[in-house]
């Protein structure tokens, strides 16, 4: 009986590690995708930075980001984008559920006297 208890308590603990480390690796997969966005298409526009995001997060599955959550900032040559969203993730699926907030963030340095193509 206690090797029973022992073997569930085991599946209940490999079940939350697997479950928080599909997200979290997610999350890395659309935070590494803006970045690339970003580098490639520097002198893309606030709005089309932002529907890039929107398009990229719906790629990866994040339907909680929404437009009004994405911060495009300008510090000097950096762009830097803030993409904050939670997601709740079902640790133990119909049993335990966590909300967990991600704060994926991206940047790019814009060189100035560079130009790109023609927009």
Do not use: H
């Not at 009986?1 to 939350?16: D, G, R, S």
């Not at 890395?28 to 520097?42: G, H, I, P, S, Y």
């Not at 079902?90 to 790109?116: C, D, M, N, V």
């Amino acid at each position: 009986m206690k090797t029973l208890f022992k073997l569930a308590i085991l599946a209940a603990i490999l079940t939350i590690c697997f479950q928080a480390s599909r997200y979290a690796f997610n999350n890395f997969q659309f935070e590494d995708a803006v970045q690339q966005r970003l580098l490639f298409d520097t002198r893309a526009s606030e709005t089309e930075v932002v529907a890039a995001v929107l398009k990229i997060a719906r790629e990866y599955s994040i339907v909680e980001l929404k437009e009004d959550d994405i911060s495009v900032q300008m510090v000097g040559q950096d762009r830097i984008v803030d993409m904050p969203y939670t997601v709740t993730i079902p640790l133990l699926p119909g049993i335990l559920e966590y909300p967990w907030q991600f704060t994926p963030k991206a940047s790019t340095r814009l060189i100035a006297g560079i130009s790109g193509p023609n927009r």
